[in-house]
């Protein structure tokens, strides 16, 4: 028999910040019921989608995509829920999101001219990163991933931070994306038509999973970095609102653009397991990260390669281990350093490889 979602799920997370109070361009969702749990970010685009909207106050194409393409979301996973999960459901959140998008349009595109002449402009851009999570009858979490653009789902456990997603850029490859500045080559938008990609796993053992735009993620000089910057925060804060705030604050203090991050802890029993859990992995990646401080560039790129893609792959599409990273090579060695971006080992078994337990709350 499955057990009851909610039962499973130990803590959530939400940190966002809009860089211009009241027209920042990302969204975010978060719903939790008895049968699954919905988290999502989504990117309007600020460039492509940069054209003001009269009839909407102003708002921007961008602005306006990232929030109907989340309310889209949220109706479909309504629907879902309700009709037990049928087979089409990547199908089915496509139309709803066009569908959405068509409505915004015809609501506030008022035929004025844009100003925009580029060819990059586009209708109604956005990313998003969704994952619907609901108990299997085997006690573990069946994870359901659906994605377009450069936003990320995200997995956290004692072997450490897995990219769940691909990014829709030209190159594939984290540790490249962060200084390549690549360019997006799938978005949601009305003006083309667009690909959902798709993806499932069932992990074992606690964990947490997230979403996040790339203001979360892209200013952080190396994925190695990023984890550790979780991890840290995590080891420091005393409750989820403290490591909410902890985060925001890491965020804040290097990112040049709007932050979302929304996720859920799975199958701990209270926020001391939770800290207790992640801090092995705390202190070896802290001390392989404090042997990188003083590395010359190809010494990250050999880490990254030898000792941590494989890894922080194990739970993506297959293609996203395969990508070449050649450039890595001309990134910074500086652990701490920053780079403003356009935004692993065979694993080990581990005590976290079991079904999760009801985790009642603390």
Not at 23 to 47: H, P, T
Not at 163 to 183: C, E, F, K, M, V
Request: aromatic share 10%; net charge neutral.
């Amino acid at each position: 028999m499955t057990e009851n979602n909610i039962s499973k799920v130990s803590q959530y997370v939400s940190v966002y910040k809009e860089k211009i109070e009241n027209n920042g361009e990302d969204a975010m969702i978060r719903v939790i019921n008895d049968k699954a749990s919905l988290i999502g970010v989504f990117d309007g685009l600020g460039g492509s989608g940069a054209k003001k909207y009269h009839s909407a106050n102003m708002k921007t194409g961008a602005y306006l995509s990232s929030r109907f393409v989340s309310t889209a979301t949220k109706h479909w996973f309504e629907q879902i829920c309700s009709d037990n999960f049928p087979g089409n459901r990547q199908a089915l959140l496509k139309t709803h999101i066009k569908a959405h998008l068509q409505t915004v349009k015809e609501a506030f595109d008022d035929q004025q001219k844009s100003k925009l002449k580029s060819k990059l402009s586009k209708e109604f851009p956005s990313t998003c990163a969704i994952a619907v999570c609901r108990p299997a009858q085997s006690g573990e979490i069946d994870i359901e991933l659906y994605w377009a653009g450069d936003s990320r789902c995200y997995l956290l456990d004692d072997d450490g931070l897995h990219q769940l997603t691909t990014d829709d850029i030209d190159s594939s490859n984290a540790l490249d994306n962060i200084s390549d500045d690549g360019r997006m080559n799938n978005i949601i938008t009305l003006s083309s038509d667009f690909r959902l990609n798709n993806h499932h796993l069932r992990p074992k053992g606690p964990f947490f999973i997230f979403s996040a735009t790339d203001g979360c993620f892209g200013y952080i000089s190396t994925p190695m970095q990023f984890e550790l910057r979780l991890l840290r925060n995590l080891e420091k804060s005393q409750n989820v609102a403290s490591f909410e705030k902890n985060l925001f604050n890491t965020f804040e203090e290097v990112a040049e653009d709007d932050f979302s991050l929304s996720g859920l802890f799975y199958c701990f029993r209270s926020f001391d397991e939770i800290k207790e859990r992640f801090r092995k992995r705390r202190e070896n990646l802290g001390e392989e990260i404090r042997k990188l401080q003083h590395a010359d560039r190809k010494a990250v790129a050999d880490f990254w390669n030898n000792s941590y893609k494989d890894n922080y792959y194990r739970y993506a599409p297959k293609q996203a281990n395969d990508v070449s990273v050649a450039s890595a090579q001309n990134r910074t060695s500086d652990s701490n350093s920053m780079t403003k971006p356009s935004a692993g080992q065979n694993r080990v078994q581990s005590k976290a490889d079991r079904p999760c337990k009801e985790s009642p709350k603390q």
